[in-house]
């Protein structure tokens, strides 16, 4: 699992913190009280520092809603159905999605995120970020509808450099499927406008 230890200090220091120097850099701008996804597209190519700051908000707010207590494992076919079929039809099965997830995640180099992210019409693919980087800003415009942190201050405390072990909590144990599930509904139903 994720300890109380590791969670306050990632919540409530990092992510705090880019919460905090966001605001202070957004500051008498046209860019403040603007939406946080407005910002992070906004600064992308022009400002690394917003943009930095931004998305790294926007990227915490949303793994902490991809997680829930006793969650994890495949998601239930009768409660998730659409998603269950949307994981089919994209990977062919749930263990396919898994491999290539923790794939993924095991495999961004330094500090980044793993994500699962759809189209429009609800094609799923994974995909990788590095740095504060997240779906939003990348080519194809697809949606991110679940993350996996896997910046260091995200894991080591509990796993130390093992990684793939706490990619595997993750996957097992936390994935809050239900909200999955809602965002892949959004996803389908109204493109990208949406927020975490």
Known sequence: ?????????????????????????????????????????????????????????????????????????APDENTHKQLCDKIKASFGSYENFRKQFAEAANTAFGSGWAWLVSDRKGNLSVTKTIGADNPMVAPGKLIPILTCDVWEHAYYLDYANLRPSYVDTFLDKLVNWAFVAENLEKAMDSGRNWSC
């Open 1 to 73: 699992m994720i300890s109380k230890n590791t969670l306050q200090i990632h919540h409530g220091k990092h992510h705090a913190k880019y919460v905090d120097t966001l605001n202070s850099l957004v500051a008498g701008t046209v860019l403040e009280n603007q939406p946080l996804e407005t910002i992070i597209k906004e600064s992308y190519k022009s400002n690394r520092a917003i943009f930095n700051n931004a998305a790294q908000a926007w990227n915490h707010s949303f793994y902490w809603k991809c997680m829930k207590p006793k969650g994890g494992g």
